[in-house]
């Protein structure tokens, strides 16, 4: 069993063979080639955290992976990431484990950032005026540093309840050169952005149908869990087309969940984001609509991102 | 985070320990003091196998577990063990990685083995004139090995489809100046037996009412997923006392889930494994009562197995 380290990973890894491994991984999820069981989970009270647990495999693939992702949001106060976990690979003919990516949550981030790249790329307007970031943390980060392959536009509006870790984020190297302003409330944000992604464990919506300009691609990442908010049930009314990563997962939590629940929208107006990326007239149509994608993460992101790195770990080594 | 081996596990390990652990997490379980979603699960078809996930923590613990263990039932074909996985244990302060337990299986195997020991220990009638055992792998061997610790009887019965396998477990030196009999059927052994295990794959009973004499005590142990079975749901009309590990677990799956799907049972007959522990009453009251528990493996089996392994690992160092 080879064990990666999060360094080791990090040496490893190939942003564009990340990208293209995970739009694969959404197509071949809305085509049905793929099985993925419902999400597990865990919830703690004292200190408040949760687990989640997300496996699952491709028919044709030769492996299946079960991801282990934990989100504990006091960390912090003791110097700590609020997100942690790993990634098993197993051998789909004999249920050996082969690989065990001891990434420490780094991954599951990427796979997210990797998926805001592929609603952008197929969903967003051709010209972004301003990229608006809700949230500072490291979603928040890799969202912006993967949205650089999707487009050219290098102004951002960031809007977080930490003031200080916006402008750290602001300030990495990663995004030397690019613009950067710092909302003071969300209007300030979603008034100059036509895309804009939500990046926060927040449990209540921070963004509201009558702040969304006709133009704008709304990306979605942070409810991955019931309780989880970011984007009120309204919005989607407004909204021209809504996507979504997983039908079945967006019905049962994440943003989607609550319009549904509230008749605000019907199931018929989902689309699934690989069903975009293989049929792309099921997307933005014109440059005046408002699209939505909500991503709550698919056990077919960890699958494809751990494969490639492993086999890159493989290859390597040959 | 700690990687353990199954050599370094094997030589951390402490039976008592284990069976000690293994009764206080069925106590905690059936007092409602752990937290354990339903089973993950994953199934396969060519080759044929499948992956159980099992995962949750005690409310007052340390740590939280998640188990993967798969069995695919054509590795023997290729010399590879049916069975195969690995436990995982994280901080329940701030979801951080703490033990990779690369048991290949094992832990599982014995954590299983610890609960067919608990569960004759506290329902099998005083007087054992001979063990039987069902299947001739990995779990029949250490099912007897374990019950050593609760009946000096060391005179067994195997039935296998396998005979040579059978000979190869009467003869292994975890047995030697034990007495062992190998069935040519069934009723051989049931006719003898007053303590039985069964411990296979099986999709269809090998077991029958009419099969089973007074004052005998069985523990299926082998349906662990749905299309598994065992024993005859007619045997659960007949017994005295139905015991389970999980009263929710088997009634999903599992041999006891038969009985309750044909109405031969009503749910109001099951007992909790760790309910008898508790309260000794609700088992076997006479020696001429039948008995039967259906456990089909719960994660705070793997919990506790995986803490005891991991706590020795860590008192070692010191």
Redesign the interface.
């Known amino acids: ?1 080879k ?1 990666l380290t999060r360094t080791e990973i990090e040496q490893l890894l190939s942003i564009p063979k990340i990208l293209e491994a995970i739009e694969e991984g959404f197509i071949a999820y809305s085509k049905h080639e793929v ?1 993925i ?1 419902p999400v ?5 009270d004292s ?1 408040p ?1 949760d ?1 989640h ?1 997300k ?3 491709a028919k044709n693939g030769k492996y ?1 992976v ?1 991801k ?1 992702a ?3 949001y006091d ?1 912090p106060k ?1 110097g ?1 990431a609020s ?4 990634m ?1 690979l ?1 051998d ?6 082969i690989s ?1 990516l ?1 990434d420490e949550g780094y991954l599951t981030v990427l796979r997210t950032a990797a998926a805001g790249y592929v609603a952008a790329n197929c969903l967003a307007p051709k010209n972004i005026s301003c990229v608006g970031i809700v949230g500072t943390g490291a979603q928040a980060h890799y969202q912006l540093k993967f949205l650089s392959f999707a487009t050219k536009c290098r102004n951002v509006i960031i809007w977080g309840r930490d003031i200080e870790k916006a402008k750290q984020l602001a300030q990495h190297a990663d995004f030397s050169g690019w613009t950067f302003e710092i909302a003071q409330n969300i209007e300030q944000l979603t008034a100059k952005c036509n895309l804009i992604v939500t990046t926060t464990p927040s449990s209540h919506p921070l963004l509201f149908a009558d702040q969304i300009k006709p133009g704008t691609h709304i990306t979605a990442v942070g409810a991955d869990d019931s309780g989880k908010q970011e984007i009120d049930a309204q919005v989607f009314a407004k909204a021209d087309k809504v996507i979504v990563d997983s039908r079945s997962q967006c019905s049962l939590f994440g943003d989607v969940s609550y319009a549904l629940k509230k008749n605000v929208i019907q199931p018929e107006k989902l689309v699934e984001l690989g069903e975009v990326l293989s049929n792309p007239s099921l997307g933005r149509t014109s440059e005046t609509e408002i699209t939505i994608c909500d991503l709550t993460g698919v056990a077919i992101q960890d699958l494809q991102i751990a494969k490639t790195i492993y086999e890159a770990s493989v290859s390597k080594v040959k």
Do not use: D, E, R, W
Request: aromatic fraction near 16%.
């Open positions: 069993m064990i099985v069981p597990g989970s865990l919830h703690f200190p955290g687990c647990i496996y699952g495999y299946y079960v282990v934990s989100g504990f960390n003791q700590l997100n942690n976990g790993l098993l197993f789909k003919q004999t249920g050996a484990p065990a001891l």
